[in-house]
């Protein structure tokens, strides 16, 4: 990621068919984790799933894990991100197939985040889910409400029992190791229960279009973008963030450029980690099932305008800009014509 986009990735030296005018153009790292990197990936993932979605209300979910938690994942990620991802979609599941909430199987788009706003360890869970569900008998779709899911209170009850098994299955089993400042798991599983967890809940406004645009921001976003970095200065780090305890008040944190690089690097996800995952009816292997979905209430008629089109090409359909054309005369257009050999990093 240092080296995204600079001489040390290697590159092709373009040139303008019309006024000869010549630029590098460097590779980019294409690390998920980058910053500049995820733009394109981002719109094509939307463009794709559009075309998936039920044609129903939405609604988005947090689940989010308490402070006294975030040692034990930390220090196990890759066990502890997939506990969380299991444990709250089996609490969806659990809770929408329930009589007395919804009675019905529904589905979600689950991505996981790692951060909060000031670059802090803050794990949890976004999930769009569709409001409602299929009947046990597949004849009929069940609506939500219009203003909620289901109920908040029941969905924290129920996730802090089954992330709380999971994780003492795992510690049993030593698959989870405890931090040392921990005694056991029942010490860990008091102060767990001592809080009141909250599962956040609220409707997404629009049809299946504007929810995955709206989804869109969270799946390729990383802990911090470029626009958010104010200034770089004497070895510090100034960024923006967002304090909402206080209404979303703008505020502005100063850090040494190494803690600012330490608390990025924590963000970093295991190797091979998938943090999109679709569950229930939305979940490829349920493909018979959301066909029936789709016979019952429809879907939005959606043909892609992405596929199969390259970056540029992509930026060119979303944005308007060509970057293909020269910056210099206006007219020409950039081609290809050497390679740059990768320079050797620090």
């Not at 809940?201 to 504007?210: D, E, T, Y």
């Not at 029936?292 to 043909?303: A, H, P, R, S, Y």
């Amino acid at each position: 990621m240092l080296n995204c986009r600079t001489a040390f990735m290697g590159g092709h030296l373009q040139e303008c068919d019309q006024c000869g005018h010549k630029r590098p153009v460097y590779n980019s790292c294409r690390n998920r984790h980058c910053p500049k990197c995820q733009y394109i990936k981002q719109v094509q993932w939307v463009d794709k799933l559009k075309s998936l979605l039920p044609a129903t209300r939405y609604f988005h979910l947090v689940f989010t894990i308490p402070s006294e938690l975030h040692s034990t994942f930390y220090i196990n990620q890759r066990v502890c991100y997939d506990l969380l991802f299991k444990a709250a979609s089996t609490t969806l599941k659990q809770a929408a197939a329930n009589p007395a909430f919804l009675g019905a199987e529904t589905g979600a788009v689950a991505v996981l985040h790692t951060w909060g706003q000031a670059l802090t360890y803050h794990p949890h869970i976004h999930m769009i889910v569709p409001g409602g569900g299929l009947s046990s008998d597949h004849t009929e779709w069940v609506l939500t409400g219009k203003k909620f899911f289901l109920p908040v209170k029941a969905l924290s009850k129920i996730f802090r029992a089954i992330l709380c098994r999971m994780i003492g299955d795992h510690i049993v089993s030593g698959t989870i190791k405890l931090p040392d400042d921990l005694s056991g798991f029942a010490e860990l599983k008091e102060k767990l229960y001592q809080k009141n967890w909250n599962v956040f809940s609220k409707r997404a406004f629009g049809g299946a279009n504007a929810v995955v645009r709206y989804l869109g921001e969270y799946t390729q976003r990383v802990a911090i973008s470029n626009q958010r970095i104010v200034k770089l200065d004497k070895g510090e780090v100034t960024f923006r963030w967002k304090d909402y305890r206080k209404a979303l008040k703008g505020k502005y944190m100063k850090l040494k450029a190494e803690e600012f690089i330490s608390r990025f690097f924590r963000h970093i996800l295991p190797n091979g980690f998938y943090k999109i995952r679709y569950y229930g009816l939305l979940a490829a292997v349920n493909s018979e099932k959301k066909d029936i979905v789709f016979q019952l209430i429809g879907k939005d008629t959606f043909l892609s305008s992405l596929e199969g089109l390259n970056g540029l090409e992509v930026v060119r359909m979303v944005t308007g800009k060509d970057l293909s054309y020269c910056p210099v005369c206006k007219q020409g257009r950039m081609h290809n014509k050497s390679l740059i050999q990768l320079k050797e990093g620090p």
